[in-house]
């Protein structure tokens, strides 16, 4: 089973380095990468990925502690213990 993650971060650098790091383990995949809360949040919508990785403070009106919030309201079910 491969563990999916979302990456949501202002810096475009950030992104790219973690997608290179992930994409060169097994078993992990990045399924899409965010430049803002709001953009990030559509994504795992869709996604539903395992992991999400955020930026604690971002533009707009979602920073990573508010994406976090936000997500864990409208998928429940993808909680962790």
């Known amino acids: 089973m491969s563990v999916t993650i979302v990456v949501v971060d ?7 380095m973690v997608r290179h790091l992930v994409g060169s383990l097994p078993g992990l995949t990045v399924v899409g990468d965010a430049i803002d809360g709001e953009t990030g949040l559509a994504l795992v919508l869709r996604e539903q990925p395992t992991l999400l990785i955020a930026d604690i403070v971002m533009p707009g009106a979602f ?8 997500v864990r309201q409208l998928l429940p079910a993808r909680r962790s213990s």
């Open 63 to 70: 920073d990573g502690i508010g994406l976090t919030r936000r």
């Open 10 to 16: 202002d810096d475009p650098e950030f992104r790219m």
